[in-house]
């Protein structure tokens, strides 16, 4: 039998070749199917899981309702390039920051005023030179008593006179036997003398003198030319403002002894300065007694 020729039942190819055809025809179908199909799913996968394209070609974020990836700037309708909008894509930094918010400046602190100084005051003792230069020591005030009588008082022209003679128990009389000497070169109503050993005393028990300083605030130093003779003299110190008071003593049985008490005090304007000396006892029944020369301020 010719192997061109075969038989065959019902319709189809009736030769090898033929079939062989027809199975390469049916394979060639079968392969254009499964491409088809293959395409169709691959397809409807990318519709499934890709969004929708902006048909500006910029992506249009994510869409409403799905939660937002990290890094994604939220509340935008779409990224953009961040040189045009503004906004920083991960990673990258913005071109301008949101300024920060407005800091209200730091009230002002004022400090409160400082508390006046307390009021302070101290005495001391010293020698008294053998010239005693008023001008130059006096430079607020001076006082100098007894120059040619009892009452006569000497003060600084042109001075602040501060040094007040608030007067004392008992009489008053003049001397002139003092042993340190006492100049100036500005005074009122004798404006210059170039050496006295004039003064004033007074005799017995609780006499003396009395003088005060108006306070200012400021720091103030007090020079007290004072003596005795034959007696015990008391110095007392206050400010008339209250506080302790500050007292000396000085005392010689046998003849005279002069001192310089210096002393320094600070009080507020209005106050003063309060200083009395006094004979608290004497060894002469006839007039033992403290004397006066000078005061000073500075």
Same mark, same amino acid.
């Given at each position: 039998?010719?192997?061109?020729?075969?038989?065959?039942?019902?319709?189809?190819?009736?030769?090898?070749?033929?079939?062989?055809?027809?199975?390469?025809?049916?394979?060639?179908?079968?392969?254009?199917?499964?491409?088809?199909?293959?395409?169709?799913?691959?397809?409807?996968?990318?519709?499934?899981?890709?969004?929708?394209?902006?048909?500006?070609?910029?992506?249009?974020?994510?869409?409403?309702?799905?939660?937002?990836?990290?890094?994604?700037?939220?509340?935008?309708?779409?990224?953009?390039?961040?040189?045009?909008?503004?906004?920083?894509?991960?990673?990258?930094?913005?071109?301008?920051?949101?300024?920060?918010?407005?800091?209200?400046? $730091?009230?002002?602190?004022?400090?409160?005023?400082?508390?006046?100084?307390?009021?302070?005051?101290?005495?001391?003792?010293?020698?008294?030179?053998?010239?005693?230069?008023?001008?130059?020591?006096?430079?607020?005030?001076?006082?100098?008593?007894?120059?040619?009588?009892?009452?006569?008082?000497?003060?600084? $022209?042109?001075?602040?006179?501060?040094?007040?003679?608030?007067?004392?128990?008992?009489?008053?009389?003049?001397?002139?036997?003092?042993?340190?000497?006492?100049?100036?070169?500005?005074?009122?109503?004798?404006?210059?003398?170039?050496?006295?050993?004039?003064?004033?005393?007074?005799?017995?028990?609780?006499?003396?003198?009395?003088? $005060?300083?108006?306070?200012?605030?400021?720091?103030?130093?007090?020079?007290?030319?004072?003596?005795?003779?034959?007696?015990?003299?008391?110095?007392?110190?206050?400010?008339?403002?209250?506080?302790?008071?500050?007292?000396?003593?000085?005392?010689?049985?046998?003849?005279?002894?002069?001192?310089?008490?210096?002393?320094?005090?600070?009080?507020?304007?209005?106050?003063?300065?309060?200083?009395?000396?006094?004979?608290?006892?004497?060894?002469?029944?006839?007039?033992?007694?403290?004397?006066?020369?000078?005061?000073?301020?500075?």
């Amino acid at each position: 039998m010719d192997d061109q020729e075969t038989w065959r039942i019902g319709p189809g190819p009736t030769t090898r070749s033929a079939q062989r055809r027809e199975a390469r025809r049916r394979q060639r179908r079968r392969w254009a199917i499964g491409a088809v199909a293959a395409l169709a799913c691959l397809a409807v996968l990318v519709t499934y899981l890709g969004p929708a394209a902006d048909p500006t070609g910029q992506d249009a974020g994510p869409a409403a309702g799905t939660p937002t990836p990290a890094g994604y700037p939220t509340g935008v309708a779409g990224l953009g390039d961040p040189a045009e909008t503004g906004i920083a894509a991960p990673g990258l930094q913005p071109r301008e920051r949101t300024p920060s918010p407005t800091v209200p400046p $730091s009230p002002t602190v004022v400090p409160a005023a400082s508390s006046p100084a307390a009021p302070t005051v101290s005495v001391s003792r010293t020698e008294v030179p053998a010239e005693v230069d008023l001008t130059g020591l006096g430079t607020r005030d001076w006082v100098h008593w007894g120059l040619n009588r009892p009452e006569t008082l000497v003060r600084r $022209s042109g001075g602040t006179g501060e040094i007040r003679d608030e007067g004392g128990r008992g009489a008053r009389d003049r001397y002139d036997t003092n042993p340190e000497l006492f100049g100036w070169r500005d005074g009122t109503p004798v404006p210059a003398v170039g050496a006295t050993g004039t003064g004033v005393f007074v005799c017995g028990v609780g006499n003396g003198f009395a003088l $005060s300083v108006p306070a200012s605030g400021e720091p103030r130093t007090v020079h007290l030319f004072a003596g005795i003779w034959m007696a015990r003299g008391r110095l007392d110190v206050r400010l008339s403002t209250g506080g302790p008071t500050r007292t000396l003593r000085l005392e010689d049985p046998h003849t005279t002894h002069t001192t310089q008490f210096v002393i320094r005090f600070r009080a507020p304007q209005g106050a003063k300065l309060l200083i009395r000396w006094t004979v608290e006892g004497t060894f002469n029944s006839s007039c033992g007694n403290v004397n006066l020369q000078a005061a000073a301020v500075r």
